[in-house]
């Protein structure tokens, strides 16, 4: 089985779908750790953001390997545990260009198809239903207002000593929203088959409880 989980930063899609894995013994592709990863490769090698072809060029040199783990995703560039770094917010700042790239997307759809290959996996990112996984059994579509999406990366930032402005977070969410749903590539759009759920005004259990009844439902309870 397949589930598909879209939607914009600080959605809380990371944080819903990991929990949802260890419940349910699904294999959690983190594809924006993924897209992070890549843009930390590039950042390390010194090349301009905006030269496309040099970024695009890594994609042979890059591996990419997410490891499930009781205190969370480990993330491997090369060997490299990267997890905590490629949340910071240079990596941040910088994601959506290097995420833009039609090479670099293509590196990263053959990776996480080759994930979901036999096996009941739980992906999320901008793109999942759309274009990684067409054809998932289940797609949802993340969402929550700015100012409390606002809120949750702030505190998420909090836990890696890092102290933002409120405002500042949301104007930097609003970019990233931006840029993510005008890209030529792959845009962050909801599929037209995916439920909408608004976590706004709902608990993080109460997503998790509402997103595994969809899941189960969709497999008769089988797992």
Known sequence: MIVAVDGPSAAGKSTTVIALSRELNFLYIDTGAMYRAYTLMALRSEIPLEDESAISALR??????????????????????????????????????????????????????????????ICEGRDIGTVVFPNADLKIFLTADVKERARRRQRDLLKLNINKELDEIKRDLARRDQLDSSRKISPLKRAENAVLIDTTFMTFKEQVNFIKELILAKNEGKF
């Open 60 to 121: 042979d040199k890059v591996e990419i390997e997410l490891v499930n783990h009781p205190e969370g995703m480990v993330v491997l560039l090369n060997g490299e545990d990267v997890s905590k770094e490629i949340r910071m917010d240079y990596i941040s700042k910088s994601v959506s260009i290097v995420s833009s790239y039609m090479h670099v997307r293509e590196k990263m759809v053959e990776l996480q198809r080759e994930m979901g290959d036999n096996q009941a996996v």
